[in-house]
Every structure is written in C-alpha cells, then in structure tokens.
C-alpha cells in the first residue's frame, strides 16, 4: 500500500529528511516502510497499517516543521510514539514558547507534552510538584524557569535544595568542611545553573546572595520571601522533612518540588515525604502536580528503553508487588 503527503515547500522536506536523510531513515526502520520524495510529494509503501502510521508521524512532523521546529532523532523518535498510542494530533500542542536562554544563547523549550504541561504548571501556580523518572528535564526546566523569573525581577533569589541522604554517616568520613562535604550531592544543580547563567555570572551572584545552593537541612527555622525555591530529588525526604520545607515559603515566593518515587534512597521503615505529599496536597488550590512518564525522556533514547525495562520488571514480577507495598 503506498500513502502520499504533499510537501509545499523544499525547506519542509529538507527538515523532515534531516542530515544525511537520518530522520527518514529512522521511520522507515520504526515502521518498516519505504519513503520517497517525488514530485513534491512524499511516498510512503508498505504494509497498509505501517505506512498509515508513518503518514500520521510525517504529517506530525510537518506540523512541528511549518511552526518553525528543527525536527532531530529526538522529536522523531517522540512522533512516533505519539503515532502508535494514536496521539498524533497532539503534536499541535508541542510547539512552546522559550523559558529561558542560556549563557551560551541556546533556547531552553518544553520538548514534550509532559514537559510542556509541567512548565505551565510552574508559571501558574505557586507550588508545583513534578513527579518522573530520570531524563525527563525535571530540575532542567524548573531551573529555567527560575532564572527567567530572576531576570524579570519576579523574584530575589533563587534557593536550591535536595537532601543528602546518600551520604549517612559517611559524610563525617569526607575530606574538608562540611560546604565541601555536601557538594556532590548538590551537583546536579550547580550544572543546571552553570548551564543558565555561566559560572562567572553564578559566583557573581552567589556572592551578593542571590542564589543559594544548599543542603534541605539548611532551610529549618527559616522564611523564605521573594524566591524561587526547587526541592531536588525529594523522594529522599521524610514526612517531617517535606511539611518542614513547604512551611518555608514566604511572600512573593514560587516553590518546584522534583523527584523520582523509583529511586527512594530512605530506609524500608521511613515514609518518602514525596510520597506523601502527593496524596496530602492534590486537592489544595495553588498546587500543581505533574505526572511525567518515560515518553518524557529527553536524554539518549537508551534512558527511555533501560527505564521501561525497570517498569515492566517491576510491573510483572514478584519483586514489583514487593515494591508496590513498600
């Protein structure tokens, strides 16, 4: 069977094939089809349900395309997902508005649906609590949204945390003071914000007290007005820990709250206050609470694939309903 999609202009085909042609290649593996361009068409053949499936992801991309999206393995590789779960039509809603631009001038943009509900989450409520597995642009994108808040002068400050859980006992055993001993586990923000601003921008503000990167422990017995303040892997927080932290919040400030329920460092007997939270707050007006999931994947797509791999282990075996009690 053979499908044909008109191309208007040479540029959107140009786009659509990608360099080297890697993104036409791909469908065709994805789908197990054969496409042309001929005659200002494109023509797809074979197998009736395979080609329409691959028509719906071209015409998908041509959406992307015409609003002015550069189409790359990673945009591909989402249409055509978005193509087998019969979503296609949403594609529409992908095109986003820029967050923010990085020190390097690249535009930080909602890659996915997820995504892009979880950004408009963080500018329309105060507090938002963004639950998803590894790679999906959790603490990139509330990072981003900080800093353009902080440059439109929304806000002071910006305050990162995350617990230190990994380290126990252990961290009596590090070198240096205690600053140095919690900064591995703050790294991941310290990217974030190099990424944003540039590391000569970022000391220069960490100085004036603008920004502050610091351990959960750091918050107790504090208000915090006027900031943008993101909670970082929260899954590793107590009960007591996560109602500490959400107490904290003071006039004119926006909290993020990130983490992965997945990846619970806690001991067996300690409830995640992410957890928690989750169920407390769902109903409370001014909380918003956003659900990604692997198709939010925005790292190498092997992320997504090892991710599903742990789903369908956990979903299916013995060790899952293990999990699922804890």
């Known amino acids: 069977m053979e499908q044909r999609i008109e191309i208007e202009r040479l540029e959107q085909a140009v786009n659509i094939f990608g360099s080297f042609d890697e993104n036409i290649r791909l469908m065709e593996a994805e789908f197990h089809v054969t496409v042309a361009n001929r005659d200002g068409e494109l ?66 943009k909602a890659k996915t649906i997820g995504q892009k509900r979880y950004v408009e989450s963080v500018l329309n409520n105060t507090v938002t609590i963004g639950v998803g597995p590894a790679g999906t642009g959790k603490t990139y994108l509330a990072v981003a949204a900080a800093v353009a808040a902080f440059r439109d002068k929304q806000v002071n400050r ?96 926006k909290v993020v709250i990130t983490g992965d329920v997945t990846q619970i460092d806690l001991p067996a007997d300690k409830t995640s206050g992410l957890k928690e939270a989750v169920r407390v707050l769902k109903n409370v007006e001014g909380i918003g609470i956003c659900t990604l999931t692997d198709q939010d994947v925005v790292r190498h797509v092997m992320v997504q694939r090892i991710i599903k791999a742990y789903d369908d282990y956990y979903n299916y075996s013995g060790k899952g309903k293990k999990r699922a009690r804890e």
């Open 43 to 108: 023509r797809i053949t074979g197998e009736p349900e395979d080609a329409m499936l691959a028509a719906k992801a071209i015409r998908a991309l041509l959406t992307l395309s015409s609003r002015g999206e550069n189409i790359g393995e990673q945009t591909v590789r989402y249409v055509i997902g978005l193509a087998r779960s019969g979503q296609e039509e949403k594609v529409s809603e992908l095109t986003a508005d820029v967050i923010c631009i990085t020190a390097k001038g690249r535009p930080v």
């Open 158 to 253: 910006i305050i990162l945390t995350r617990p230190a859980v990994e380290a126990g006992e252990r961290l009596g055993f590090l070198p240096g003071d205690l600053q140095s001993k919690v900064d591995p586990y703050l790294r991941p923000l310290y990217d974030a914000l190099f990424d944003m601003l540039g590391a000569e921008t970022y000391h220069k503000y960490l100085e004036r007290g603008n920004i502050e990167v610091a351990p959960l422990a750091y918050m107790r017995g504090r208000t915090l007005d006027d900031s943008f303040i993101i909670l970082d892997e929260a899954q590793n927080t107590s009960r007591e820990q996560m109602k500490m932290f959400l107490t904290r919040m003071g006039f004119g400030s």
